[in-house]
Each structure stands twice: as structure tokens, then as C-alpha cells.
């Protein structure tokens, strides 16, 4: 891992966005190499892997963690317990859930709700017809504090397509007076940012392959 490929790539990000050092797949030792140089918010998947490392970086007290992979019901708890952020949240469902939970730990996680903006089977999320028709019941629920939409885009989309994709999820946002969004990642950063992304999820960019 080359800590130069965070600071290349930070000076060419603008102020206004927010880098999410995607971790998931590197080792706690790379995490600090990287927060030592000035990134404090980390992004993990997994919730048992996120967990090993959070507890050798416990010191750390300056890192925010950033869940974003797929919320497994059984492990809502866990992660409202560990996670400031959650960017995943794919149904009303779990978002019920998390409310709920969120009550009883005495917790109020940074939510970002995961949109679906075109027909991909290997994705989940809101379709946005059903996230407009549940809006009112969603900002009914408690401790929980909403502050964007997430979306990832699928595999293998040109340039344009990554930017059309992107400009319908920050329009939703918008609609919903939701500041942020997270999306791009290492291969269409560039697209997002020109398309109003506030969170870019990026991992081989600043650690490298995964091995």
C-alpha cells in the first residue's frame, strides 16, 4: 500500500466531498497508516471482520465507521451498536428496525438510505415510487437521524450512463431536503462528483488491490 494514492487523490477531490476509505478486505495496520495521514472516516461490509478491527483500533477514537454493505436482520443490533453511519438501508423493513433498536441502545446512527434507479438483480434497495409513497412514515420513526440516499450503479455502465444514474439519485435527494449522497466509487468517482455525489466510497483507489 502506497499512503501517496490517498493524497493524490484527496487533492483532486473538492472540499465539499467526503471521502469513504472503503477497508473492507485490509488489515487494521493500513486503516491506521491512512488515518494518520488525515482520513477519519472508514467504510466496512462485514460486520465480524469490521468488529476484529475496530477492537485493535479501539484507541482510535477520531474514526468513524461507515457500514455499507448488505444489513443482515440478525446483525441490526450489532451494527447499531458499533457503526456511526449506516449507508445500506435497503427497505422500510429494517429501517423499522433500526428505529426500534436504535431506542433501546440509546443510539441515533447517521442513515443513508439505499435507492435502486434501474433494474439490477444483484442489488437491493428502494425503488424510488415506493420511497416517495413511504416518505411520511419514514421520517415519522426515531433516533435515527436521515441524511441522504445511497445507490451503487451496475457493473460495466459507460461514462454517460454512470452520470444519468447519478444525476436521478442526487434530484431524489434533493426532493427529500436530504444533503447527502453516497456514490461512486474507485472506477466512476469522476462522474459522481460532477453529478452532486457528498460521499465517494473509494478502496483500491487509496489502498490498492485487495489481495
Known sequence: MDPSNYLKIKDKIPSNVNILAVSKGFKSQEIKTIQNIGQNDFGE?????????????KDLKIINWHFIGRIQSNKIRKIVQNFKYIHSVDSFEKLQKISNISYEE??????????????????????????????????????????????????GLGSKENSELFKKCRILADSFQLPDCSMGMSGDWKEAIDAGSTWLRLGSLIFGERS
Open 106 to 155: 440509546n443510539k441515533n446512527p447517521l442513515i443513508m438510505l439505499q435507492v435502486k434507479l434501474n433494474d439490477d438483480p444483484t442489488k437491493g434497495g428502494f425503488i424510488p415510487e415506493l420511497l416517495i409513497a413511504k416518505w411520511d412514515e419514514i421520517q415519522e420513526l426515531q433516533n435515527i437521524t436521515l441524511t441522504g440516499l445511497m445507490t451503487i450503479n451496475p457493473k
Open 45 to 57: 461490509s462485514k460486520f465480524q471482520e469490521a468488529y476484529e478491527k475496530q477492537l485493535i483500533l
